[in-house]
């Protein structure tokens, strides 16, 4: 299934860089390798899982300083940790660890007036804390009884709007600490629904929703509960963030995104954005009431005038393009930006003068980021080839994190309308320096309906020309989603192709960056259209490299692409020597009632189940298991709400009921995606360990 945000998710490394190098070019996912790196030995699974992972740059508001999180992993422990660290931006050279990681510290934020706002857990919960431009001196500003989960500052500094998990029935926060130990202290554990969602990605419902409080920065006063009584969650669950709230320029009102959940939250894609001034809490106006759709992402002008969001159209499809609207704070007047721009926007920031809207989005196998002219919509790219997962901007330019096929995350920096190539200011991962990567390249094929469809061929790491090589199909999931040129670090194609392998991976109708409309062409035809170019596309790869041994191949797939490996099994049989389906569908009809978010199957299938059936089983792979033979290796994390465990365990069970070769791996305490450390490692393992088995000669 598609998921949003991204993010961040699990982060793993080991040290940071002790120093940067010299400024350089951001790598091309198809550059060759270098004669040194080509030297060295393979990158491969352990290297991924012990990477150190960059994240959340944050600019100073003189454009000197930037600071950005650093996640390392301690697989022998099983254990991650952040740290945050401090860079020159006009002197670039090491980067400083910042004193206040001693007692924790994350989501570091810059204040108007130049301090460093970070929360830490140094006081036994989650608090707000700020410190001097360097880290030093941390003076506690938030002192709530419950843990902050996300925060935002006021313009002036002087206030702070926080997310806490709250009873929305309770009358303060006393009320919320106390109905939480009482709940820790009774031994009876059953509980009771009476609306859904019950379960929700990976996390039963506790009857808690995420409110917004505000503070004074000074500490006087009690927190200001501007959300009570509205019933829904902000930042929404389970991947919120504060990008769905903010001040208005003034510090005066609260603008967030949100849903009310009543009870069609599971099947409802309707968040609004709505106003609520802290001076009258719980009186909310809805400023986008007229989309029944997803709103999101307010940001104001520098001149407080205009604020900018995203909206999508439908209501009830996730996956639909995030368009950008303007509207003025004075009339309410609302226009649309770029509305012939067919790329949905991820993110947005306002110029420091107004007139330029910057935003990330996905791009034909790439996420660039891109200059919106806030007065006519002209679009214009700014960075090339690579994945753009932040950027700030600075006096001249920007800083961005941007990863590639063959590179986690770096920071690099370009000015605003340079030609030149960015240049790297940091290297959080040097030991990487001396790894051989394969080689890869985007193709291009006609696939359903004669369209043109995207794909990559990576080399194995060490390539020989004219040696041909087992083949990885990697089948992205999503189904809304992409395998293009970015890093990943739990589907990492680099892996295997150290591994020895060749990896070819299909961006099949359905996945994102291509237009609206080729998006749109999955739903309700999950088994047709993608798998007539995953089939074009495995012809024309083979019949363009010929280093690709079409006879020794594995298919590999989570989520969607689990349950294109089930469909494979029943409708492409002979394709592959192995399959691997992580979290896969099995039966869709299933999935329409065991799911959590409703709305995705009902739009995929075109209602619920009792409404159209035959929309939940004409691409349904459980009438197909009579064709089943390929060997199969399945793999279920038990915390997956997603796609329920029951789903991995039929399809075992009809493998094994048919005397078909294959293996399960249950882990009990990972959800849709494996992140413990220890849980990767062994997944990892086992998963290589099966395309060892199929692929490559006994020795």
Not at 27 to 38: G, L, R
């Amino acid at each position: 299934m598609r998921h949003r945000s991204l993010l961040a998710g699990a982060c793993a490394a080991l040290a940071l860089a002790a120093a940067v190098p010299a400024l350089a070019e951001a790598p091309a996912a198809s550059a060759p390798a270098t004669a040194a790196a080509q030297a060295g030995p393979a990158f491969n699974y352990n290297d991924m899982i012990s990477a150190n992972r960059l994240g959340d740059p944050q600019v100073s508001p003189d454009g000197r300083w930037v600071v950005y999180s650093v996640t390392t992993t301690d697989v022998a422990a099983n254990r991650r940790s952040g740290a945050l660290y401090i860079l020159d931006l006009r002197n670039p050279g090491e980067p400083r660890k910042l004193a206040i990681n001693e007692g924790g510290a994350n989501t570091a934020r810059w204040g108007s007036n130049g301090q460093l706002y970070f929360l830490s857990g140094r006081s036994g919960s989650s608090q707000v804390w700020r410190a001097a431009a360097d880290g030093t001196g941390p003076v506690q500003v938030t002192n709530l009884p419950l843990d902050v989960n996300a925060y935002r500052l006021s313009n002036d500094g002087s206030k702070v709007v926080v997310s806490l998990a709250v009873f929305p029935d309770c009358a303060d926060l006393a009320c919320t600490v106390d109905r939480n130990k009482a709940v820790a202290d009774d031994p009876a554990t059953g509980q009771v629904y009476d609306r859904m969602f019950v379960r929700h990605w990976d996390t039963w419902a506790d009857g808690t929703q995420n409110h917004l409080f505000v503070v004074n920065a000074d500490g006087s006063g009690a927190p200001v509960h501007v959300t009570k009584g509205f019933d829904g969650d902000t930042p929404s669950k389970p991947f919120g963030d504060e990008s769905e709230f903010t001040f208005t320029p003034d510090g005066q009102s609260i603008v967030f995104s949100a849903r009310h959940a009543g009870s069609s939250e599971p099947w409802s894609t309707n968040f609004d954005l709505y106003q609520v001034a802290v001076s009258a809490p719980g009186q909310f106006a809805n400023l986008t009431d007229n989309n029944d759709a997803w709103d999101t992402g307010p940001v104001f002008s520098p001149d407080g005038k205009t604020m900018a969001y995203r909206a999508m159209a439908r209501p009830g499809f996730e996956a639909d393009k995030y368009s950008i609207f303007l509207r003025d704070a004075a009339s309410g007047q609302v226009r649309q930006v770029a509305a012939d721009w067919d790329r949905s926007a991820d993110s947005l920031q306002w110029s420091k003068d107004g007139r330029t809207l910057y935003v990330t989005a996905g791009d034909v196998g790439q996420t660039r980021l891109f200059s919106i002219d806030a007065r006519n919509g002209n679009v214009v790219p700014i960075t090339g080839e690579g994945h753009v997962s932040a950027f700030q901007q600075t006096a001249s330019g920007f800083v961005f994190a941007q990863d590639t096929l063959r590179r986690p995350s770096e920071l690099f920096v370009k000015t605003f309308r340079g030609r030149e190539m960015p240049r790297q200011i940091t290297n959080v991962n040097p030991q990487l320096d001396a790894k051989t990567f394969g080689e890869a390249e985007q193709f291009n094929f006609p696939g359903w309906n004669g369209e043109t469809v995207h794909g990559y061929v990576i080399k194995p790491a060490n390539y020989v020309e004219g040696q041909k090589y087992p083949v990885a199909f990697l089948i992205h999931g999503g189904p809304q989603g992409s395998f293009g040129n970015s890093w990943s670090y739990r589907w990492n194609p680099s892996t295997y192709a150290g591994a020895g392998y060749a990896v070819v991976m299909i961006d099949f109708h359905g996945s994102t960056g291509y237009g609206q409309g080729f998006t749109d062409a999955i739903s309700q035809h999950w088994g047709d259209r993608p798998l007539e170019d995953l089939q074009k596309g495995w012809a024309a790869a083979q019949q363009k490299y010929s280093f690709l041994d079409g006879d020794n191949a594995c298919a590999l797939g989570a989520s969607y692409g689990g349950y294109m490996i089930n469909w494979i099994a029943g409708q492409w049989p002979d394709a592959f020597k192995c399959l691997v389906n992580h979290d896969g569908v099995f039966d869709i009809r299933g999935m329409g009632y065991g799911t959590e978010e409703l709305w995705f199957t009902e739009w995929e299938y075109g209602g619920t189940p009792y409404e159209n059936p035959e929309g939940y089983e004409r691409f349904n792979p459980v009438h197909h298991v009579s064709n089943w033979k390929t060997p199969m290796l399945v793999v279920q994390g038990d915390l997956d709400f997603r796609i329920p465990t029951a789903q991995g365990l039929s399809t075992f069970s009809a493998l094994q009921r048919r005397g078909i070769e294959s293996k399960l791996i249950v882990f009990p305490n990972e959800n849709h995606w494996v992140l413990k450390p220890a849980n990767s490692l062994q997944w990892h393992n086992e998963v290589f360990g099966w395309l060892d088995q199929h692929l490559k000669p006994a020795n």
